[in-house]
T-cell receptor, first 113, second 114 residues
Framework: DQQVKQNSPSLSVQEGRISILNCDYTNSMFDYFLWYKKYPAEGPTFLISISSIKDKNEDGRFTVFLNKSAKHLSLHIVPSQPGDSAVYFCAASVDGGSYIPTFGRGTSLIVHP | DVKVTQSSRYLVKRTGEKVFLECVQDMDHENMFWYRQDPGLGLRLIYFSYDVKMKEKGDIPEGYSVSREKKERFSLILESASTNQTSMYLC?????????????FGPGTRLLVL
C-alpha cells in the first residue's frame, strides 16, 4: 500500500522546456514534502521541500507546488537542462511525528539536448 | 557540509557469505538509516536507529541485522548473503528534529551476490 505514489516511472523532455514531475499521496497526516534527486551510482541529494502551510516554494529553476485538497504535489523544472537527467524521488513526512519520510518509487527524467 | 561515507562502492560476494556494510557520518546526527534501492521499487527502508545501541526494523528487515555502537557509525550486516540481496544499499543520516529533517545520503554500495 503505497502512501506516496509517483505514477510516471519515466519522463523525457527537450532541453529548455519545462519538466513536470508529479507525486500523489494518500495519508492526510503528511504535512511536509521533499524532493530528492539521484544520479546513477550516487546517493540521493535533497533538492527542495514544502510545508503544508504553503502551496508553492521556489528555488531557482525548481518550483514545487502543493495541492492539499487533491493530495498532489508537483516539481517544475524550468528551463530543463541535460544535467537535470536523474531519478527524482518525492517524499512525505509528518511534522512533529516520525522522522522517517515515506518515499515514492521515483521518476527517471531524461532531458535531451 | 554533511558527509556520509560508506565503506565500499562496489562489493561482490558469494551466496552464504557474511557481509558487512559500514556507514559513517560526521555531523553528529542522531538518526541513521539503511535503505536498498531496486529498479521500479524506489527506496525501501531496512533498518534505522535513533540513538546509539538503538535499532528499529524498517519495511524489509528480513535477512539483515544492524549495529550502532557509536553515534557516527551504523553497520548493516547480511548474515548469510543470498542472490536476492543483490542491490544498491544506501545509508542516510538526519538530525534530531522530527518530520522536517532532511536526510543526507552516502554514495551507496552496489552489492552483487553470486
Amino acid at each position: 500500500d503505497q502512501q506516496v505514489k509517483q505514477n510516471s516511472p519515466s519522463l523525457s523532455v527537450q532541453e529548455g522546456r519545462i519538466s513536470i514531475l508529479n507525486c500523489d499521496y494518500t495519508n492526510s497526516m503528511f504535512d511536509y514534502f521533499l524532493w530528492y534527486k539521484k544520479y546513477p551510482a550516487e546517493g540521493p541529494t535533497f533538492l527542495i521541500s514544502i510545508s503544508s502551510i504553503k502551496d508553492k516554494n521556489e528555488d531557482g529553476r525548481f518550483t514545487v507546488f502543493l495541492n492539499k485538497s487533491a493530495k498532489h504535489l508537483s516539481l517544475h523544472i524550468v528551463p530543463s537542462q541535460p544535467g537535470d537527467s536523474a531519478v527524482y524521488f518525492c517524499a512525505a513526512s509528518v511534522d512533529g511525528g516520525s522522522y522517517i519520510p515515506t518515499f515514492g518509487r521515483g521518476t527517471s527524467l531524461i532531458v535531451h539536448p | 557540509d554533511v558527509k556520509v561515507t560508506q565503506s565500499s562502492r562496489y562489493l561482490v560476494k558469494r551466496t552464504g557469505e557474511k557481509v558487512f556494510l559500514e556507514c559513517v557520518q560526521d555531523m553528529d546526527h542522531e538518526n541513521m538509516f539503511w535503505y536498498r534501492q531496486d529498479p521500479g521499487l524506489g527506496l525501501r527502508l531496512i533498518y534505522f536507529s535513533y540513538d546509539v545501541k538503538m535499532k528499529e526494523k524498517g519495511d524489509i528487515p528480513e535477512g539483515y541485522s544492524v549495529s550502532r555502537e557509536k553515534k557516527e557509525r551504523f553497520s548493516l550486516i547480511l548474515e548469510s548473503a543470498s542472490t536476492n540481496q543483490t542491490s544498491m544499499y544506501l545509508c542516510a543520516s538526519s538530525g534530531p528534529g522530527q518530520g522536517r529533517e532532511t536526510q543526507y545520503f552516502g554514495p551507496g554500495t552496489r552489492l552483487l551476490v553470486l
